[in-house]
């Protein structure tokens, strides 16, 4: 079974910046992409960066490009997403995935649990 971990949610203050991780274990062999996922307060869920393992450049939604870097060390089978310059709307928790096989299978892949991030105004 795979298990996502995620770490580093906090609260900040607006303009600072936070670094999640997600350790993944074991490593999904099938998986095409790894991704991370918020969930603001009274919204539904929405992707916001997507790894590829094909070669491809990043995916990042428009509400987070600029400020959002995702990263990956294999070595320590953890997934990152730096922050910064959070701005009050980034306030969520926040998820990491791992698709089933295919990049979008998502439902079907691994979720952790998630990490709450609260940015003060």
């Known amino acids: 079974q795979v298990h996502l971990v995620e770490s580093g949610g906090d609260s900040v203050q607006t303009g600072g910046s936070l670094r999640l991780s997600c350790v993944v274990s074991?490593?999904?062999?099938?998986?095409?992409?790894m991704g991370w996922f918020r969930q603001r307060p009274g919204g539904e869920r929405e992707g916001i960066a997507v790894?590829?393992?094909?070669?491809?450049?990043?995916y990042y939604a428009d509400s987070v490009a600029g400020r959002f870097t995702i990263s990956r060390d294999n070595l320590k089978n953890t997934m990152y997403l730096q922050m910064n310059n959070l701005k009050p709307e980034d306030t969520a928790l926040y998820y990491c995935?791992?698709?089933?096989?295919?990049?979008?299978?998502?439902?079907?892949?691994?979720w952790g649990q998630g990490t709450q991030v609260t940015v003060l105004s």
């Open positions: 790894l590829y393992f094909t070669g491809s450049p990043p």
């Open positions: 995935a791992a698709a089933e096989s295919k990049c979008g299978t998502w439902e079907t892949g691994y």
């Open positions: 074991p490593y999904p062999s099938r998986s095409d992409c």
